[in-house]
């Protein structure tokens, strides 16, 4: 068994947009998960892009926007809803609400997502 406090998660940020690596291999002994919590603040988002060999599941916790799909497409995203993006699937998100957009994302295989932060921590 494992068990993480603050003190061991991973945060990473950019303009608007923070994400906590809440398990990952960076704390874990699992080399299957990452676990992300993500805030977007309103007016920010996150370009579109895919992961080419990994899955990742987003949950929708509270707030709204649009997620950014292949070929320019476009699909409203709301708390309680889930996504789901298969190795290579096209996903951003841009918040165009008034409060910040929160998700929780499950990524497997594991990807270290400080390649595309400015700021690590």
Do not use: C, K
Not at 2 to 23: D, I, K, M, W, Y
Not at 40 to 57: C, N, T
Not at 61 to 67: D, E, F, R
């Amino acid at each position: 068994m494992e068990f993480f406090t603050e003190a061991q998660f991973r945060s990473l940020s950019n303009p608007g947009v923070a994400s906590v690596q809440l398990l990952s291999p960076h704390n874990s002994t699992s080399s299957r998960l990452t676990i992300t919590r993500v805030t977007v603040q309103p007016g920010a988002g996150q370009a579109r892009h895919s992961h080419p060999a990994s899955e990742q599941i987003w949950v929708a916790i509270s707030g709204s926007g649009t997620l950014l799909l292949a070929d320019g497409a476009t699909r409203r995203f709301s708390a309680g809803e889930v996504a789901r993006f298969a190795d290579g699937d096209v996903h951003g998100f841009e918040n165009s609400g008034a409060e910040p957009f929160v998700y929780m994302s499950m990524t497997t295989p594991p990807i270290d997502f400080a390649y595309a932060y400015r700021e690590a921590r």
